[in-house]
């Protein structure tokens, strides 16, 4: 069974650039979440996602970071403009019901 | 909202040795209580879980304890091997929209 699939890996931009991540979650996982980990810290829920619908995104700073998922599987998250304090690992995990797997994760560097 | 305290946040520990985790949590609808270990450039992979029902649960070296009433949960790791070191983290799920909350983690570093 395929796991969860992010891209790029890694991403260095200058401050006010914009980015985007890309998630693919394993097949027939409703629900697809994505996290942010500063260096050091427990991951931080940004979004989630039930199907197509959002479920929480009390912890997503909407003026600058937004999210999608097309059809219920894929998912992009956005930054635009992007701040120093950004720089995290992004993290995407999906599940069926209670286990949740976690993708490799992208690395951004705002500079 | 949820919210979960882990301790501590390093543990060094001799071969050999068990490493215990702790995590307290303070919303009593929280009905599943998974354990992740994170290394170094790699994603949280799924080490154990307990579901609400259920007070004690063991994989090989790997045990996690819930105690309901006082809110609180323990990842035990007996014969402690150099490759289990690594960031352990607890999560609680609210048992209703399957939301994911992490503990800030534990640097666990077995000493060969």
């Known amino acids: 069974e395929a796991g969860v699939a992010q891209s790029p890996r890694y991403k260095i931009i200058e401050k006010r650039q914009s980015v985007a991540f890309w998630c693919n979650p394993i097949s027939g996982h409703a629900t697809l979440y994505w996290y942010q980990q500063i260096l050091g810290q427990g991951p931080k829920l940004l979004i989630q996602f039930q199907n197509n619908g959002v479920v929480d995104d009390s912890q997503l700073p909407k003026d600058r970071f937004s999210a999608e998922r097309l059809k219920g599987v894929d998912s992009t998250l956005k930054i635009q403009p992007a701040k120093l304090e950004d720089s995290a690992v992004y993290l995407c995990?999906?599940?069926?019901?209670?286990?949740?797997?976690f993708g490799q994760g992208t690395r951004l560097t705002v500079v | 909202g949820e919210n979960v305290e882990q301790h501590p946040s390093t543990l060094s520990v001799q071969e050999g040795d068990s490493a215990v985790i702790k995590c307290t949590y303070s919303d009593s609808a929280s009905n599943y209580f998974p354990w992740y270990k994170q290394e170094l450039g790699k994603g949280p992979q799924l080490i154990i879980d307990i579901r609400s029902n259920v007070g004690e649960k063991k994989d090989q070296r790997i045990a996690v304890t819930l105690n309901k009433t006082a809110k609180h949960f323990s990842l035990h790791i007996t014969e402690t091997q150099p490759e289990d070191s690594a960031v352990y983290f607890c999560?609680?799920?609210?048992?209703?929209?399957?939301?994911?909350?992490f503990g800030k983690g534990t640097l666990l570093t077995v000493n060969p």
């Open positions: 999560a609680i799920h609210d048992g209703s929209n399957y939301k994911l909350t």
């Open positions: 995990a999906s599940s069926f019901q209670y286990e949740a797997f």
